[in-house]
């Protein structure tokens, strides 16, 4: 999605003032620090099942910059010198492997939301439930993190607008939800936030699955205020700084 060049008023190439740019903001410390979080993100997905070979993307912004996992490139292999990065319009800036096919849903998130990390997955049991319901049962309270039931956004071709588009009507007063026959998105305020927050859908997916393969006997399900109710509790779980 890089933007061809173009000529200006001066006579230079638009892409060759971004490309210096871009040079100044690949040896910002903080870029090169991101981008090497990122790339942990990545391949932690991989250790943990969640994403098969490249399928799943991993993405973070800082100002007006997106680091994003490059199309088609195993994770172990990323290195510094690929780190890649485009603006909020898609226009690659930073280095020269194209971003992920994904790009699309994870600017819109960005365009939508005070997201700063994204993750995309493939995961096994929240692929498997986006094939059979609208949305998750409430089978647990841990919903209520994501900002309450989880909802499944209609089937559309990966990399297009149709996708994102659906994605961001799933999405709407949540930080996760499902892709029918395709797999997971969540966002927050860091990577670590974004990649928790798959990791839970993907354990309440399984965990209704298997609830629901008992035979003779149906899941007790959660109301969508009771979901709410535990999502407020939440906010103020854990230590405070």
Not at 70 to 91: I, N, Q
Not at 167 to 173: D, I, N, V
Not at 191 to 201: F, N, V
Request: net charge negative.
């Amino acid at each position: 999605m890089a933007e061809p060049l173009r000529n200006t008023d001066d006579g230079h190439h638009a892409g060759q003032q971004a490309g210096d740019h871009a040079g100044q903001q690949a040896g910002d410390p903080d870029v090169a620090r991101l981008w090497a979080d990122v790339v942990a993100t990545a391949r932690r997905t991989v250790a943990d099942g969640l994403v098969v070979g490249t399928s799943g993307n991993v993405s973070a912004r800082v100002g007006d910059l997106v680091l994003v996992t490059p199309s088609g490139v195993p994770y172990d292999r990323l290195t510094p010198a690929d780190l890649t990065g485009v603006d909020l319009t898609g226009r690659q800036v930073l280095g020269t492997l194209v971003p992920t096919s994904e790009l699309p849903m994870h600017l819109a998130v960005y365009r939508t939301t005070d997201a700063r990390a994204v993750v995309h997955t493939h995961a096994v049991h929240a692929t498997a439930v986006s094939t059979l319901v609208t949305e998750l049962p409430g089978v647990h309270y841990m919903a209520g993190a994501l900002g309450g039931l989880i909802r499944v956004a209609p089937y559309a071709a990966y990399g297009t607008d149709e996708l994102a588009q659906n994605m961001l009507h799933a999405l709407a007063g949540r930080s996760g939800c499902l892709l029918r026959n395709h797999g997971t998105i969540t966002y927050g305020a860091t990577l670590d936030q974004a990649y928790d927050r798959t990791a839970q859908l993907e354990w309440m997916c399984r965990l209704w699955l298997t609830a629901s393969s008992v035979p003779g006997l149906t899941p007790s399900l959660l109301t969508e205020a009771q979901v709410a109710e535990a999502g407020e509790r939440l906010k103020g779980y854990g230590q405070r700084r």
